[in-house]
């Protein structure tokens, strides 16, 4: 999985900023050359989202309704080839299977 980062047209860091540049056009900037090329006017600067680490995600639980961190839950492709989460959480998910496993066995 890549994640497209956008490039600082001056250099090789992650852009923060599509901004106007003093050298007249638009360009992706990071931190350091947007104070260098961009901070003399504000207004015409656009902030690139945030790429967000997955290690911050989050999701309640269908099962518990626990909040849990992402990786405490089950990853899986789906039938579009798109990555996604389980809805119950492993802790859950082993649970289940555990009482299934007893019913079957016939009790
Ligand atoms: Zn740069
Ligand atoms: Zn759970």
């Known amino acids: 999985m890549a994640h497209i980062v956008t490039k600082c047209d001056f250099c090789d860091d992650p852009a923060i900023y599509d901004a106007k540049t003093i050298l007249g056009p638009w360009a992706f900037v990071c931190n350091k050359h ?20 997955t290690e911050a995600a ?17 990853k899986f492709t789906d039938r ?3 990555e996604r ?14 009482d299934k496993r007893r019913v079957n066995n016939g009790g």
């Open 85 to 98: 989460y389980r809805t119950e959480c492993i802790e859950c998910n082993l649970k289940r299977k555990a």
């Open 34 to 53: 947007y104070n260098m090329y961009c901070s003399h006017m504000p207004g015409l600067s656009k902030r690139l989202e945030p790429v967000m680490p």
């Open 58 to 74: 989050s999701k309640v639980c269908r099962i518990c309704g626990k909040k849990k961190p992402i990786n405490e839950f089950y």
């Open 80 to 82: 579009h080839g798109q």
